[in-house]
């Protein structure tokens, strides 16, 4: 009943700065918790950053201090700024979504982010 639908990714050079961006659409109900999480080739997903309906924040220790995630209700976009990138963030990130009205989980298709020289 939700789609998400991740943008932003593509490649930048170490110490570099990318803002990931994530629409949700066709959900009558209030998404009540978005996140993003990350998966490198050959390694389990990994949760990022995490985001609930009033704001408040959780951050992996790798991403504390150079990610920031925030929302747009009205948009019911999500979105992750990253700073000072390294070569080990490279991994396709993507988009959750938790309606406690469904009590559904939904995830987007991924957006692949690559840190490279």
């Known amino acids: 009943q939700v789609l998400l639908v991740e943008s932003g990714g593509g490649l930048v050079q170490p110490g570099g700065s990318l803002t990931l961006s994530c629409a949700a659409s066709?959900?009558?109900?209030?998404?009540?918790?978005m996140a993003w999480y990350r998966q490198a080739p050959g390694k389990q997903r990994e949760m990022v950053a995490l985001i609930t309906s009033d704001s408040s924040t959780i951050y992996a220790d790798s991403a504390k201090g150079r990610f920031t995630i925030s929302r747009d209700n009205a948009k019911n976009t999500v979105y992750l700024q990253m700073s000072s990138l390294k070569p080990e963030d490279t991994a396709v990130y993507y988009c959750h979504a938790y309606v406690v009205a469904h009590n559904g989980d939904y995830w987007g298709q991924g957006t692949r982010v690559t840190v490279s020289s």
């Open positions: 066709g959900s009558p109900f209030s998404i009540n918790t």
